[in-house]
């Protein structure tokens, strides 16, 4: 990976990941399985794994749970972020998030597009912050979650990743709460 300060400790994070399916158990789940050994390759711990349907509500709860849970730092979803009537990811992301990370799903959709042309339009990804935790919501598909870990997600979840990541931002996300006292 480009761009790496060897000189710094690498400072490994806690991600929950969660597929969004009707159909999926952890059995089939190729996409959640590609996304948690990717996890744990670039030396993270998986907190958890789940699957959870097609249903926003239910999404928003468990992300508001994992938001709460000092233990989990980053939360990575796959799945539900098209455009047909079961894709509701990103609406559940709408009812957590305290803050967008615009870039991401910009970034996503550029580097897919090299793969994929135009067809990359249909795809919702998005980031952002909540609670102190990382949301990032990548499409169902493998080839997605290979893009979004392997062309976004490694060098940004690396404190060594230069010039800035996502991790030294980490115990400044709620600097709002301390202003605030």
């Not at 060897?6 to 952890?26: E, G, K, M």
């Not at 967008?100 to 912050?129: C, D, H, N, P, W």
């Not at 990548?138 to 997600?153: E, M, N, Q, R």
Request: charged fraction near 25%; proline fraction near 4%; glycine fraction near 10%.
């Amino acid at each position: 990976m480009a761009n790496l300060d060897q000189s710094r400790p690498f400072l490994p994070v806690n991600i929950a990941v969660l597929t969004v399916s009707d159909t999926r158990t952890l059995e089939t789940d190729s996409s959640g399985a590609t996304l948690a050994a990717r996890v744990e390759a670039a030396g993270h711990k998986v907190a958890v794994r789940c699957i959870e349907q097609d249903d926003a509500e239910a999404i928003a709860v468990l992300l508001r749970r994992w938001i709460a849970d000092p233990s989990i730092d980053v939360v990575i979803t796959t799945g539900g972020t098209g455009i047909t009537g079961r894709d509701v990811t990103p609406e559940a992301f709408d009812r957590v998030l305290e803050k967008r990370i615009e870039g991401f799903g910009e970034l996503f959709r550029m580097l897919s597009y090299a793969k994929i042309g135009t067809s990359t339009m249909q795809s919702r990804a998005i980031g952002g912050v909540a609670g102190g935790t990382y949301l990032f919501a990548l499409p169902g598909s493998t080839g997605a979650v290979k893009d979004g870990w392997d062309g976004i997600l490694l060098s940004q979840l690396d404190n060594r990743h230069r010039p800035c990541n996502l991790v030294e931002l980490m115990p400044r996300l709620q600097e709002h709460l301390r202003a605030a006292e």
